[in-house]
């Protein structure tokens, strides 16, 4: 199995400031042969089910502000929202498609 | 618009069988698959495994093969999960979701199902 460690896993940032979350892969989910990084973000509130944020590593979901962003490289990725909003506070997940079981991260917990 | 409801909560003592549903509109329910996703309580996302609505076939992790049965009933739009042999670390939210292929992203969430095993 692939296994998908974030960091940190919780974070304190105040309101516009940038908040960077990472996420680790035990193995790369880039696919060489359409180059595409099999890594999706997911935002969840308390309550809540998940929210799908990010896709392919980097492509934002429909109706996803802008400020948040997704990077990285075949086992090293990024989720970045660039200036924290009150309703951002959230638990945020990666999670990989590259090969079943389709694992998660264990999360990280954004507060202000 | 896009809806996946699931059944309500259940109360299961340990040993019992839990058998949730998943009932799909506001799309074509055969265009894309559905995963089961747990969530214990204060605890992360845990993938389950996946079922293709249009042939019915199915693959599970392997935590939880020869206890979990995932279904669909094209009539109705609905897909199952059983999962047997409950014990108290079963107890989660249960999440269906979608995802347009196989090797895909989950676009869309079910509001969950809580089970509570306990004797």
């Known amino acids: 199995d692939i296994v998908m460690t974030q960091s940190p896993d919780s974070l304190a940032v105040s309101l516009g400031e940038r908040a960077t979350i990472n996420c680790k892969s035990s193995?790369?989910?880039?696919?060489?042969?359409?180059?595409?990084?099999?890594l999706a973000w997911y935002q969840q509130k308390p309550g809540q089910p998940p929210k799908l944020l990010i896709y392919?590593?980097?492509t934002r979901e429909s109706g996803v502000p802008d400020r948040f962003s997704g990077s990285g490289s075949g086992t090293d990725f990024t989720l970045t929202i660039s200036s924290l909003q009150a309703e951002d506070v959230a638990l945020y997940y990666c999670?990989?498609?590259?090969?079943?079981?389709?694992?998660f991260g264990q999360g990280t917990k954004l507060e202000i | 618009q896009v809806q996946l409801v699931q059944s309500g909560a259940e109360v299961k003592k340990p040993g019992a069988s839990v058998k949730l549903s998943c009932k799909a509109s506001?799309?074509?329910?055969?265009?894309?698959?559905i995963h089961w996703v747990r969530q214990a309580p204060g605890r992360g996302l845990e993938w389950m495994g996946i079922?293709?609505?249009?042939?019915?076939?199915?693959t599970y992790a392997q935590k939880f093969q020869g206890r979990v049965t995932m279904t669909r009933d094209t009539s109705t739009s609905t897909v199952y999960m059983e999962l047997s042999s409950l014990r108290s670390e079963d107890a989660a939210v249960y999440y269906c979701?979608?995802?347009?292929?196989?090797?895909?992203?989950?676009?869309?969430w079910g509001q969950g199902t809580l089970v509570t095993v306990s004797s």
């Open positions: 979701a979608r995802s347009y292929s196989y090797y895909s992203w989950i676009d869309f």
């Open positions: 999670q990989q498609y590259y090969s079943t079981p389709y694992t």
């Open positions: 193995q790369s989910v880039l696919y060489s042969f359409n180059n595409k990084k099999y």
């Open positions: 392919w590593a980097s």
């Open positions: 506001g799309y074509t329910f055969t265009s894309y698959y």
């Open positions: 079922v293709n609505p249009s042939g019915g076939n199915t």
